[in-house]
């Protein structure tokens, strides 16, 4: 088990476009496993390969308390979206910071997953918030990114007296 270190916002590593995966091999698989291992571990729901540090397009999410329904997507791209639902995120790179954002209630989504096998999956809920979030991260996006210029102020302010009472 390999846990990775998660890239804290405003961290500009965060703002990488990923670029698409060429070959589902078993580097790809590893970075899956060790994927799936930090998010468990943080613990979080979804977790993008950029925040890993690692810009190439994977994403792990599991919203199973269990911890035993990982859904993986390789190349993940929304092929349709539908209706507006606001719901309330947070992120393993902003820690300790919701924030209410709006977005397509409902989604498709079409992937690889972890066998390099093309699957079309139709998303609602909590599930594609997730998708909708993680996918973000793929393209250098912070869900922060969508608050007014005084909240992003308000946070990086929280954060770093956050960082201070840690060190
Ligand atoms: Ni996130």
Redesign the pocket.
């Known amino acids: 088990m390999a846990l990775l270190p998660i890239l804290q916002y405003p961290d500009p590593k965060l703002y990488t476009v990923a670029a698409p995966v060429t070959a589902v091999d078993e580097d790809i698989r590893r970075l899956i496993k060790d994927m799936a291992d930090t998010m468990y571990a943080a613990p ?1 729901v ?3 390969a950029t ?1 890993v540090n690692d810009h190439r397009r994977v994403i792990v999410i599991d919203l199973s308390e269990s911890h035993d329904h990982l859904q993986v997507f390789i190349n993940p791209e929304i092929v349709a979206r539908s209706g507006v639902a606001t719901c309330e ?6 820690p300790g910071i919701f924030e209410k954002v709006a977005r397509a209630e409902r989604i498709t989504v079409r992937a690889l997953d972890g066998r390099g096998e093309s699957f079309t999956l139709e998303a609602e809920g909590l599930l594609a918030v997730c998708v909708q ?2 996918i ?2 793929l393209e250098g996006k ?2 922060v990114d969508y608050l007014s210029r005084l909240k992003q102020q308000r946070i990086l302010a929280r954060l770093k007296k956050q960082k201070r009472q840690i060190l």
Do not use: K
């Open positions: 979080g979804g977790l993008a925040q995120e947070g992120c393993l790179s902003v979030h993680e973000d991260h912070v869900f």
